[in-house]
């Protein structure tokens, strides 16, 4: 029995313990010849992505420095006079114009986008109000058909039109509209998205960019967020997209006459819309899909970054997380659909052609989500545990400290949240880096369409004024396992730092799996109550 123990022991020693041993041989012995090798090129990849995203901030922060300083207002770059009265002509003077507004199950906000559309200042003869609804749930149905109606008893030309079908989401929608008879009356058409309420003047300062300027296509206005101070979460969204609108949209506009359709809150020519091939559902991004189209015919866009329509960000994370995967999805797989197509193109000139594959696709649409998570999230952290890999110190701190301050240039209110900003940017980046390749690889979700859910006072009435219970937390609902691991690397990688490394990236590290570790257990956003 003695013998029998004795060899037992011998043919059996340790073995539960050894695993580790043994993982760290394994990765002993594949550092060198493999990982070594592979982040030497995700480094140097990351570097150039960074540094193209550098050179695209700083010429666009060039550009708007300079449009500032000479006063560059659409106004006086384009021909814009104010509509005046024709004693003769009377109210023909003024063309006709189309208001659509798509909706699909929009309860707690069809009576604003309504109202405003019907609030509008124009001659009541020529302007018609089209409201597109798609909604499945027939008592918001009910809801939306009345209020047409209360507002067609005062005398409001609308019109409200249904499908038997939700084919194309919003493009088709859009498509159909475009397909009554009374539209081929109209010259212009104004589209509003459900939760967006232009002001009364909305037209009067759009509409004479169309009509004394027989080439531009598209006026745009910028965003205005009536729930921005809501939570954290939709701070750190204004804080994004006024860059994008205050930056992004006003260089395009000024050097190019060209820049993104937003898909709401803007009025477009309607002979250019038709001569562009009209409205697709081949993407997500129908309204970017137009815009380009339109300007390959070309056509020209302006921005007036001083006309401001009100409207909500998602403040659930649930709603901000499909709102991203659309956004995200949808350029690229336009990119792949188009970027041949844009090449061949002889009607605008090489340099417009350039900006719109490099610059406003490759740069922003691709390049500035994968290098935000690959590099920041993913290679960064990596090169913690393999030391033999280093960070150029221009490429880990000064590049990134130069974008960031230059993205958050357009919300100044919100500088001091610029810690929280990042942190969150990063987490989201996983979303738009996942939904980026869905798009190039035209892989399953490439046409998920999910509509922004939209709160409007629906939060404020269920909270009665009451303190709000917390809410029931449904763990399938709550949990997300992909932030919750890329958390759990990046606190491993922290720790190991602290014990080994000598990158003290650990502070970063910490802080950024925190991110992760919030996102991943659903605590960012509004909660709403299910009663």
């Known amino acids: 029995m003695g013998s029998l123990s004795s060899s037992a022991t011998v043919v059996f020693p340790g073995a539960g313990s050894d695993i580790s041993d043994q993982m760290g041989l394994i990765w002993q012995q594949t550092k060198a010849p493999l990982i070594v090798p592979v982040l030497k090129v995700l480094v140097f990849l990351c570097l150039a992505m960074s540094l193209m995203l550098f050179v695209e901030r700083v010429y666009m922060g ?255 994370f649930k709603a901000y997380r499909y709102q991203q995967h659309r956004w995200s999805c949808g350029p690229a797989n336009l990119f792949k659909k188009m970027a041949g197509e844009i090449l061949r193109n002889r009607k605008v000139s090489l340099w417009k052609k350039l900006y719109v594959i490099y610059s406003f696709f490759f740069v922003r649409k691709i390049v500035a989500h994968i290098v935000t998570f690959v590099f920041y999230c993913i290679v960064m952290p990596t090169t913690v545990l393999v030391p033999e890999v280093e960070v150029p110190k221009w490429g880990a701190v000064y590049i990134p400290s130069v974008i960031t301050l230059l993205n958050a240039v357009g919300t100044p209110r919100s500088l001091h949240l610029l810690v929280f900003w990042i942190l969150f940017e990063n987490v989201m980046s996983l979303h738009r880096t996942k939904a980026t390749f869905i798009g190039l690889l035209e892989a399953g979700r490439v046409n998920e369409w999910i509509v922004t859910e939209k709160l409007g006072d629906a939060f404020k009435t269920k909270l009665g004024g009451k303190s709000m219970k917390k809410p029931r937390i449904r763990i399938g609902e709550r949990l997300h396992l992909l932030e919750l691991g890329v958390g759990a690397y990046l606190f491993f990688c922290g720790c190991y730092d602290v014990a080994f490394g000598k990158n003290h990236y650990f502070i970063y590290l910490f802080l950024q799996s925190i991110a992760f570790f919030i996102a991943g257990v659903g605590y960012i956003g509004t909660f709403v109550p299910n009663s």
């Open 62 to 316: 060039i550009v708007i420095v300079l449009v500032k300083m000479f006063a560059r207002k659409p106004e006086k770059k384009y021909k814009w006079e104010p509509m005046k009265d024709d004693v003769e002509l009377g109210n023909s003077a003024y063309p006709m114009v189309l208001v659509q507004i798509p909706m699909y199950n929009e309860k707690e906000v069809y009576q604003l986008s309504i109202g405003a559309a019907c609030g509008l200042s124009w001659p009541s003869d020529r302007i018609i109000i089209q409201v597109l609804d798609d909604s499945t749930d027939q008592t918001t149905k009910d809801l939306v058909e009345l209020e047409c109606q209360r507002w067609a008893s005062k005398g409001i030309n609308i019109k409200y039109e249904i499908r038997d079908n939700r084919n194309g989401y919003k493009a088709g929608a859009l498509k159909e509209g475009m397909k009554h008879s009374y539209v081929k009356q109209c010259d212009y058409v104004a589209i509003f998205d459900a939760d967006f309420q232009p002001e009364p003047d909305f037209l009067w300062r759009t509409i004479p960019f169309l009509v004394h300027n027989p080439d531009i296509a598209l006026v745009q206005a910028r965003w205005k967020f009536v729930n921005s101070d809501e939570c954290l979460m939709t701070r750190m969204q204004e804080m994004s997209l006024d860059y994008h609108f205050t930056v992004e949209q006003e260089v395009g506009s000024s050097t190019y006459a060209f820049f993104g359709f937003n898909g709401t809150a803007g009025v477009w020519r309607i002979s250019a819309l038709n001569e562009a091939g009209g409205w697709k559902d081949r993407t997500t991004v129908e309204d970017m899909d137009l815009a380009v189209r339109a300007s390959l015919k070309g056509w020209k866009f302006v921005y007036v970054g001083d006309l401001k329509v009100k409207n909500e960000l998602p403040s659930t």
